[in-house]
């Protein structure tokens, strides 16, 4: 048997469709040149010398102590915050699936809780860490009298990051219990366990999978994250501050990509176990849709002590979110409670904020756009079309999302300065704005191209067939079938994606220029130098746009789109 | 209406899938030959995973053969995108977009074609006229009933006046009684039309309600072609009869022949039979024998032993041995004849023009 005439055929059917092909060309030349390429650009960097190819970048590296150090530390970060998050994330889940909750006041915490870390900086939480619980902090220095509280360092960040990171596990694992079949616990109750013993014996296990998946989502976010430690980690490095370290202080540009090629491959390799065992196991366990509702419990030796330990936690996040504006309202945080808009006053007058709203703004705006019909069409050739390069499109646009923001800006800088493979081809494009609007564009496509294959898994690939049977072409099809079919999960796409870039920060900060000012830059600056007035007020217009852009796309979505209300699902990666 | 009725020709179609299990490859469609005049009606017909949407969903386009040349009137389209195919096709979800209201859904392949808003209009209003939807341009695909839903599907297809129209088993999702009234309908609107139409089933009853031509597809291989009648009272292998109505087969030997006209041994009992001229003396035969063509009397061929016996209305359902062979009898209108009871001796009768000698 030989399939090579159907083969045959079904290139010359492809090729008859000049816009697909050309669309596919541009796709996986823009794939290959700024995810690809700016990794391989890094292995080529740190093996080949003037000597040939040699290790002996990597043996100079694990040589600095405080490399090794680099490491332990992150892994050990990553490690801590990963359980807790997975912990704090499973609590949640469960107070919010399995019991009674008495008030809708908890109820919208738990709401406020998911939503936030959304529309925040990654870094605001440092930010009210220090204020709070720092040398002049609300807490330690007038609450319990402290003077010399050093928040800086290993239980900072552990701290700073499981606030920020539990709710993307708490989101995760609310839709594996929901899905868990209600009449298998009953199941278990019924033939005499304990609630306990059925907690244990039945629903941990069954959740076990996805418990394993949120922990390894969380420890490759932690490791990958910079701006955090960067603030609050004081003396205290981890890879990603380290490499920046690296290469804007010693200057050490091949030290830096052999350092960046190893925290690559620890993501790489947690990327890997978790995409295709856990992810693969966790989805397993979700047989479809539970078949009724479930008996919520209702015991108060239960729900009391749940649900105030969530309160509890989600006040404290809320307080550390709410420091942020009162940072920049009070004259000087720890010593004067006194309001003032100077430090509005002063990011504006002193500051140049305009220009930096201006900036992230508009190249957010550039992006977001750009993204959200990239990933579209990444999605729409994943699940509706068959061809070859397919599985290289998904695996790289995939793969972005192991990718350290930090990892991919110093790919940049290695590839792009000098042009590509130090040829000078395209040099031009370092240092400008388009080379950030890229940055924005790659690291947002992963969470696009995700939530458009799922939106579009779930369309009947007739309806699609069908157009293409009385007469349209693939662009007409994309553009009058599934398009608009998927209007809505492309809306979310386009505001996930501005909120991403405009508050992004790891890969950015390696690559603006003085020529741009960005919000999130300007952020990690003044907190750095200790000016928390103008860092908070900075950031609390920044949250402020992001959250009001959210809210706009909720309402547009509610009375022109088709369905489901989007801003927190977004999260769950 | 249509511009110019099409015939389709397959030459030689084969199609080979892998078994996402095993990865073994097998064909899906072997060797396929059939030619459909223009203007007829005819259904492919199998039981599932039998190559016949297969088939179909070769024809439109979707799939491409492995083996073989398809013609849509004198033109080879093998290589032709589903786009460029003079074909329409309705399919088994409908697949109606359900973002257009019914008039967008029919006009959709007409703009696709740039054709001006008046015509558009003009052809829109007369084929919704035809399927009965009239009135009905701006309702939402949500807003209707599976019948109607199946009505815009077809005129959506219609509309194009295409040289051969497609069914994708376009009744499986309405109920038993829909069902029947759309079979007519589609059967009338295509007679109207005059346009050719290929129309995938399983369900044979609805083959013979509506087809000029039946093609009977088994495991990717044509099985037999043919009008309901041929196929029905001739079918040339076991599976054709098995498939298409309820048949006895009972096993025997030619013992005599005289030109078409020849008596078979079945168990000891001489039975007297037609159409035996491709068969030599004391060759193996099987004869069919439909339960509705045979009746329980006091004499008759096959003497038998009554195991069932069952009043169902409009007919009496037995089951009798004849040796070691169960035949199933359906006996109409039994209120005026004898009822035989189980365990009663009776003789299964019939004429011998009403057997089939495979």
């Known amino acids: 048997m030989a399939r090579t005439q159907s083969a045959e055929l079904d290139r010359k059917k492809f090729f008859a469709d000049p816009i697909m092909v050309t669309t596919i060309v541009v796709l996986i030349a823009f794939l290959t040149l700024f995810i690809l390429y700016p990794l391989a650009i890094l292995l080529v960097d740190s093996f080949v010398t003037k000597d040939g190819v040699t290790v002996d970048v990597f043996r100079r590296i694990m040589n600095m102590p405080n490399f090794r150090k680099a490491i332990t530390n992150t892994l050990k970060v990553g490690f801590l915050v990963g359980i807790a998050s997975a912990l704090i994330g499973l609590l949640f889940a469960y107070v919010e699936e399995y019991v009674q909750l008495r008030t809708r006041f908890l109820g919208g915490l738990f709401k406020m809780v998911s939503m936030l870390p959304v529309v925040s900086p990654p870094f605001v939480l440092s930010l009210s860490m220090i204020m709070l619980f720092g040398k002049a902090g609300i807490i330690t220095r007038y609450l319990l009298h402290i003077y010399d509280n050093s928040v800086y360092g290993f239980w900072g960040i552990a701290i700073v990051q499981t606030m920020t990171f539990f709710p993307v596990c708490y989101m995760m694992l609310k839709g594996l219990l929901k899905n868990i079949d209600p009449s298998l616990e009953e199941a278990a109750r019924d033939m005499g366990a304990s609630r306990f013993k059925v907690f244990t014996t039945v629903t941990l296990p069954l959740v076990l999978p996805g418990l394993g998946n949120a922990f390894l989502v969380t420890f490759i976010e932690s490791i990958a994250d910079f701006a955090n430690p960067m603030i609050i980690g004081g003396s205290y490095d981890t890879l990603a501050t380290t490499i920046y370290l690296q290469i804007t202080g010693a200057y050490d540009k091949e030290g830096a990509a052999a350092m960046a090629v190893v925290l690559l491959c620890i993501t790489l390799a947690m990327f890997i176990v978790q995409k295709y065992y856990l992810e693969a196991k966790s989805t397993a366990t979700l047989s479809g849709k539970a078949s009724r509702g479930r008996m919520l419990i209702t015991d108060k030796s239960v729900t009391r002590p749940l649900t105030v330990m969530c309160a509890a936690l989600s006040l404290f996040v809320i307080l550390m979110y709410v420091c942020v504006p009162f940072g920049a309202l009070f004259r000087t945080w720890g010593y004067d409670f006194h309001l003032t808009t100077k430090w509005f006053v002063q990011v504006f007058k002193r500051y140049k904020g305009l220009k930096a709203f201006r900036d992230s703004f508009v190249l957010s705006l550039i992006a977001s756009p750009i993204t959200a019909l990239l990933s579209m069409i990444i999605s ?151 000016a928390y007035g103008i860092a908070c007020a900075f950031a609390t217009i920044l949250i402020a746009i992001t959250y009001g852009s959210v809210l706009l796309m909720n309402l547009f979505i509610k009375y022109f789109g088709t369905s489901r209300k989007i801003g927190v699902t977004e999260n769950e990666s | 209406m249509a ?76 290589a032709l995108t589903p786009n460029k195919r003079d074909t329409a096709m309705v399919f088994q979800s409908y697949a109606l977009l359900p973002h257009y209201n019914i008039y967008d859904n029919v006009a959709y392949g007409l703009k696709l074609r740039k054709l001006d808003r008046k015509t558009i209009k003009e052809k829109v209003t007369g084929i919704l006229k035809l399927v009965g939807l009239e009135g009905m341009e701006s309702r939402m695909t949500n807003q209707l009933s599976g019948g109607q839903q199946q009505r815009v599907a077809l005129a959506r297809a219609l509309v194009l006046e295409p040289g051969v129209l497609l069914f994708d088993e376009p009744l499986s999702n309405l109920d038993a009684k829909l069902r029947v009234t759309m079979r007519t309908e589609i059967r009338r609107i295509q007679q109207e039309a005059g346009i050719t139409a290929i129309y995938v089933t399983h369900d044979q ?89 045979a009746r329980l009397s006091e004499s008759g061929q096959l003497p038998c032993k009554v195991i069932l016996s069952c009043f169902m209305g409009s007919y009496q359902n037995y089951h009798v041995m004849v040796g070691d062979n169960l035949v199933k009898i359906t006996d109409f209108n039994p209120k005026n004849k004898k009822i035989y009871e189980v365990g009663d001796d009776a003789f299964v009768a019939f004429d011998a023009d009403s057997v089939h000698v495979l």
């Open chain 1, 380 to 530: 729409y050739l994943v699940v509706k079309r068959r061809f070859k390069a397919k599985g290289f499109i998904e695996a790289v646009s995939m793969l972005a999302m192991a990718v350290p923001g930090t990892v991919l800006g110093i790919g940049y800088i290695r590839g792009f300065s000098g042009g590509v493979f130090h040829t000078g081809f395209l040099q031009q494009l370092y240092g400008t704005g388009a080379i950030l609007i890229i940055v924005f564009i790659v690291r947002s496509l992963p969470t696009g191209t995700r939530s458009g294959i799922s939106a579009l898994r779930q369309i009947d690939k007739s309806i699609e067939e069908s157009a293409y049977d009385m007469g349209a072409d693939s662009f007409k099809v994309f553009m009058t079938v599934t398009l608009p079919l998927i209007k809505d999960s492309f809306l979310s796409g386009l505001v996930t994606a501005f909120v991403r870039s405009i508050t992004a920060i790891s890969a950015i900060i390696l690559l603006v220029t003085p020529q741009f000012l960005l919000i999130t830059v300007q952020i990690n600056e003044f907190a750095e130098k200790g």
């Open chain 2, 205 to 293: 009853s609805e083959a013979m309600a509506i087809s000029d031509q039946i093609i009977i597809m088994e495991k990717g291989v044509v099985a037999q072609i043919g009008t309901p009648q041929e196929i029905y009272y001739h079918p040339k292998s076991e599976f054709v009869a098995d498939f298409i109505g309820e048949a006895n087969f009972l096993k025997g030997k030619l013992t005599a022949k005289d030109g078409t006209r020849g008596t078979v041994d079945i168990s000891g009992n001489a039975v007297p039979v037609e159409g035996v001229d491709r068969f030599a003396l004391q060759d193996d035969c099987t004869l069919v024998l439909r339960p509705e063509s």
């Open chain 2, 3 to 78: 511009k110019e009725k099409k015939g389709v020709r397959l030459e030689h179609v084969s199609k080979i899938y892998e078994d996402p299990k095993t990865k073994k490859e097998f064909y899906a469609v072997h060797d396929t030959s059939l030619s459909i005049a223009p203007g007829s009606f005819v259904t492919l017909l199998g039981p599932s995973g039998c190559g016949k949407t297969t088939t179909l969903r070769m024809i439109a386009g979707f799939e491409s053969p492995d083996e073989g040349e398809i013609y849509l009137g004198d033109e080879a389209i093998n």
